[in-house]
Nanobody
């Protein structure tokens, strides 16, 4: 049974930083494209970041470019999201997702096969 487990969320002040982790029970983790998404109350799920199988390539949603950074450690079956210069509008539940299909990450949540349960990030003003 595939499990993705996010951790590292919490309450932080505007301008602060958090680092999220997502541990995967995927057998061949390095074969999966990984994505980070977020969803705020009353809003649609939003693409935050994607990272290639090797970790060499990343892409980001426009609202987080220059502030967030995705990375992965295939030896630890873990993907990370470093979030800097946090703003109140970054408040949301953050999810990691995995797919074995495709050549590169996509912002379309329907393209991902597995999802974590989410971790809450709250940025106070």
């Amino acid at each position: 049974q595939v499990q993705l487990v996010e951790s590292g969320g919490g309450l932080v002040q505007t301008g602060g930083s958090l680092k999220l982790s997502c541990a995967a029970s995927l057998r061949t983790f390095s074969l999966y494209l990984m994505g980070w998404f977020r969803q705020a109350p009353g809003k649609e799920r939003e693409f935050v970041a994607g990272i290639s199988r090797s970790g060499a390539n990343t892409n980001y949603g426009d609202s987080v470019k220059g502030r967030f950074s995705a990375s992965r450690d295939n030896a630890k079956n873990t993907v990370y999201l470093q979030m800097n210069s946090l703003k109140p509008e970054d408040t949301a539940v953050y999810y990691c997702a995995a797919t074995s299909s495709g050549r590169s990450t996509t912002a379309n949540p329907r393209s991902y096969d597995y999802w974590g349960q989410g971790t809450q990030v709250t940025v106070s003003s």
